[in-house]
Nanobody
Framework: QVQLVESGGGLVQAGGSLRLSCAAS????????MGWFRQAPGKERESVAA????????YYADSVKGRFTISRDNAKNTVHLQMNSLKPEDTAVYFC???????????????????????WGQGTQVTVSS
């Protein structure tokens, strides 16, 4: 079992940047597909980005393409989400998630769904002011 802890959230003005981190413990992160999700008040949890175990395949939601970058450092057991050109509509609690991909799924877009992940962090708040 892997434990996930997010950090890096905060309050930022529109147009600013934040870098979220997800630290894993309990298992080697390289064994897991990783994803970032977000949930705004009154809305469903939505996919932001996903990255394959070695980082060779990446998925982004259309709403963040060109602004957000997901990356992973398996040696340090961390995954990052660099968020640039932030907008007020990016305000949400951001969660990282992990899945061992026991089925051997090769399409990273499969991991858009929150139901595809076995492990979740507690989330970190991101607030973008206008």
């Amino acid at each position: 079992q892997v434990q996930l802890v997010e950090s890096g959230g905060g309050l930022v003005q529109a147009g600013g940047s934040l870098r979220l981190s997800c630290a894993a413990s309990g298992r080697t992160l390289s064994s897991y597909v990783m994803g970032w999700f977000r949930q705004a008040p009154g809305k469903e949890r939505e996919s932001v980005a996903a990255i394959s175990r070695r980082g060779g395949r990446i998925y982004y939601a259309d709403s963040v393409k060109g602004r957000f970058t997901i990356s992973r450092d398996n040696a340090k057991n961390t995954v990052h989400l660099q968020m640039n050109s932030l907008k007020p509509e990016d305000t949400a609690v951001y969660f990282c998630a992990a899945d061992p991909n026991l089925l051997g799924v090769t399409s990273i877009s499969y991991y858009r769904g929150s139901d595809k992940y076995a492990y979740w962090g507690q989330g970190t708040q991101v607030t973008v002011s206008s």
